[in-house]
């Protein structure tokens, strides 16, 4: 099965959840910041949540806990780009330890990774929605209860496919 993304939808099966994507849409990621939800065929490598605020999240995806250390490196001059890393670093990255909810789980696509290329995008995640569901920089975000509820059902051979449609 799949997890279908269009563009005001995530949709698993018969469940059907309004989601919020990059500030321009689904189409062909081209670079890094370009805020664009890549269209694609993706597998879910494995989840990172905050601990601390979530008790228990019930999935057969690998999980790893959110330390304080943790963040995704966006800049493509270093060795680093679009993988997991820890703090401190000299490069640019995005935190991944929020005050705000928005991480406190992030399913991490396996968007440009195999090969990474330098500057293509990095960090496509499903992560949490804010209240008012605002555009993201190309991240697919979904209510917290809806996140928790899909990664209970799924398996690890379940792909996300992202498709524009007019």
Known sequence: MHILITNKFLIYNDYKVKCALGKRGIGNK??????????????IKYILYRKDRIN????????IVIKKNMAWCDDPKTLKYNKLIKKPFNFTY????KKNNI?????????NMKPI??????AIF?????????KTEGCIAIKKYAL?????????NTK????SQK
């Not at 995005?94 to 330890?97: I, N």
């Not at 928790?148 to 690890?156: A, E, Q, V």
């Open 30 to 43: 081209k670079r890094e910041g370009d805020c664009i939800t890549p269209k694609g065929l993706f597998k």
């Open 148 to 156: 928790l509820k899909i990664l209970k059902k799924i398996s690890l």
């Open 117 to 122: 290329r330098k500057g293509k995008g990095s």
């Open 94 to 97: 995005e935190d991944l330890y």
């Open 56 to 63: 228990k999240i019930e999935t057969k995806i690998k999980k």
């Open 160 to 163: 996300v496919k992202i498709l």
């Open 126 to 134: 499903i992560h949490i929605a804010k209240r008012n569901f605002n």
């Open 103 to 111: 991480y406190d789980i992030v399913a991490v696509l396996d968007f």
